[in-house]
């Protein structure tokens, strides 16, 4: 009964020898992702922090941007007033065109059939 017990007693201590084993390979195995999973939330912090940045910079170069603008704002409403005058002035240099079209043309009717002829003594006679 001894020796029954002897192997009862290695058997068992064998068994939790394994299930011990089997249990700290199950809690390594945790750990090892819990690591894994600590180191990348180390790295996702650090892009945040990084990203933080790269929008504070970006922020103050739009705040940059929008007073810059605000300067321009003068120039834009002269070069508005420039272009409504051009238009103008276009307006004006069209019609100024027409009415020299239509002098020329009456010039050139003159020249094809005066309605006056000249004399010597430079009088002039209508037909």
């Known amino acids: 009964m001894a020796d029954s017990r002897d192997d009862l ?13 089997m249990v700290k390979s199950e809690l390594q195995g945790t750990n090892n992702h819990l690591d894994l999973l600590e180191k990348m939330n180390l790295r996702v912090a650090s892009e945040y922090d990084d990203m933080g940045d790269v929008a504070a910079g970006l922020r103050v170069f739009a705040e ?34 027409r009415y ?19 004399r010597s003594n430079d009088s002039v006679v209508t037909d």
């Open 100 to 118: 020299v079209s239509v002098l020329e043309s009456k010039i050139r009717a003159e020249y094809r059939h005066p309605h006056h002829q000249r």
């Open 9 to 21: 007693a290695e058997s068992l201590q064998n068994l939790f020898t394994s299930v011990s084993s």
């Open 64 to 97: 940059q941007m929008k007073s810059k603008s605000g300067g321009l704002d003068e120039f834009v409403g002269q070069m508005d007033a420039i272009e409504k005058q051009v238009s103008e002035f276009e307006a004006v240099i069209s019609v100024l065109d």
